[in-house]
T-cell receptor, first 113, second 114 residues
Framework: RKEVEQDPGPFNVPEGATVAFNCTYSNSASQSFFWYRQDCRKEPKLLMSVYSSGNEDGRFTAQLNRASQYISLLIRDSKLSDSATYLCVVIAYSGAGSYQLTFGKGTKLSVIP | DGGITQSPKYLFRKEGQNVTLSCEQNLNHDAMYWYRQDPGQGLRLIYYSQIVNDFQKGDIAEGYSVSREKKESFPLTVTSAQKNPTAFYLC?????????????FGEGSRLTVL
């Protein structure tokens, strides 16, 4: 099983739709979680951190399910500008005082007029 | 403004040549990272550094070298030993080396081998 897995998509949704992505992780020592957005041929940019209690930022909601080892990202009222690839990042303790950052391969979202 | 600066943004190289990609940050971050991204693929870790004068190999270090002589700078050299160097290279930094703190990315360097 891969350490961090995402459905590659593409998810093609109409404007105004609600869409959700999941990201599963295999390392139970994972401690911090993030969602990044990457536009075509650009660098990833932080969308939001994922907290244990869940967090919301406008149309975006992130949640963590430690029991099932996944994080989710919900986008409400999709806009054309939401079209991008969404990457999850997991930080886990890897021993000897070190922490490992692992990226998922990303989920591509296309919002259609 | 604080941030990470990568240069050059685009680079063309002939086979057999070494090239060095620059990465400078003024965020006072301890940790710096180099990633490679191929079309339609995820990010793969090349090297990372958690402190000056120390760095560790990532998953695909072969054919690459780095140095960390200053906290602000983490240049990556793509050597002629790297068999398939055409890719998008991303430098990133993080404030600490622990379990918190997000990554900040530079705008990337796109290397093409002719």
């Amino acid at each position: 099983r891969k350490e961090v897995e995402q459905d590659p998509g593409p998810f093609n949704v109409p404007e105004g739709a609600t869409v959700a992505f999941n990201c599963t992780y295999s390392n139970s020592a994972s401690q911090s979680f993030f969602w990044y957005r990457q536009d075509c041929r650009k660098e990833p940019k932080l969308l939001m951190s994922v907290y244990s209690s869940g967090n919301e930022d406008g149309r975006f909601t992130a949640q963590l399910n430690r029991a099932s080892q996944y994080i989710s990202l919900l986008i409400r009222d999709s806009k054309l500008s939401d079209s991008a690839t969404y990457l999850c990042v997991v930080i886990a303790y890897s021993g000897a005082g070190s922490y490992q950052l692992t990226f998922g391969k990303g989920t591509k979202l296309s919002v259609i007029p | 403004d604080g941030g990470i600066t990568q240069s050059p943004k685009y680079l063309f190289r002939k086979e057999g040549q070494n090239v060095t990609l620059s990465c400078e940050q003024n965020l006072n971050h301890d940790a710096m990272y180099w990633y490679r991204q191929d079309p339609g693929q995820g990010l793969r870790l090349i090297y990372y550094s958690q402190i000056v004068n120390d760095f560790q190999k990532g998953d695909i270090a072969e054919g690459y070298s780095v140095s960390r002589e200053k906290k602000e700078s983490f240049p990556l050299t793509v050597t002629s030993a790297q068999k398939n160097p055409t890719a998008f290279y991303l430098c990133a930094s993080r404030l600490g080396v622990g379990d918190t703190g997000e990554l900040f990315f530079g705008e990337g360097s796109r290397l093409t081998v002719l």
